[in-house]
């Protein structure tokens, strides 16, 4: 068990729909990641936050945004969307946050299925 | 930019086989390396790290070496057990590049018969 914690495990809906993925980082760590994992694409990083601020962004879609709280979970918003929205997406939390040694923790993943 | 490479699974062992598999990459910065894995139906294990050349990082029989002069980080394993059995993952985070977020090579599944 990494500490992180992601919830809904699994996630079911239609084209078009808006969904929310939650994540609670392990205790003390200030900064969140998440990530997409599918078949075509591989491990893709989205998008970091730190401490409540946007510190990093990958390739994430225009339909997708995110944010983190005060109390430092973060949440993933995936809207209008698509079949190839179908992925397993990861929440990762890490101490820092702007160290190469920091260590990135990994959640248990939330599996989106699009239909 | 950054990218990782790694051996195109799947690879298959017998308990007790010698275990390598290949993972290099290309960095502008000095980057950090990681090896991950992913047991079916779970999320990402840290297994280990290393952060800087030469150095060797180790756990639960598995071992890789930062080589920096051949930009490498190969994850062996001297004898391999069913349970071994998952998608190995190598990473990198360079902050001097690209912020901090991992950069995932695109795995590595690994089978191991009894």
């Known amino acids: 068990d990494s500490g992180v914690t992601q919830t809904p495990k699994h996630l079911i809906t239609a084209t078009g729909q808006r969904v929310t993925l939650r994540c609670s980082p392990r205790?003390?760590?200030?900064?969140v990641y998440w990530y997409q994992q599918s078949l075509d694409q591989g491990l893709q990083f989205l998008i970091q936050?730190?401490?409540?601020?946007?510190?990093a962004k990958g390739n994430i879609l225009e339909r997708f945004s995110a944010q983190q709280f005060p109390d430092l979970h973060s949440e993933l918003n995936l809207s209008s969307l698509e079949l190839g929205d179908s992925a397993l997406y990861f929440c990762a939390s890490s101490r820092q946050g702007g160290a190469s040694t920091d260590t990135q923790y990994f959640g248990p993943g939330t599996r989106l299925t699009v239909l | 930019g950054d990218s990782v490479t790694q051996m195109e699974g799947p690879v298959t062992l017998s308990e007790e086989a010698f275990l390598t598999i290949n993972c290099t990459y290309t960095a502008t910065g000095y980057p950090s390396l990681f090896w991950y894995v992913q047991y079916p139906g779970e999320g990402l294990q840290l297994l280990l790290k290393a952060t800087k050349a030469d150095d060797k990082g180790s756990n639960k029989g598995f071992e890789a070496t930062y080589r920096k002069e051949t930009t490498s980080f190969h994850l062996e394993k001297g004898s391999v057990q069913v349970s071994d059995s998952a998608v190995y993952f190598c990473a990198l985070s360079d902050y001097g590049g690209s912020q901090g977020n991992l950069i995932f090579g695109k795995g590595t599944k690994l089978s191991v018969k009894p």
């Open positions: 205790s003390g760590d200030l900064s």
């Open positions: 936050y730190y401490n409540g601020e946007e510190r």
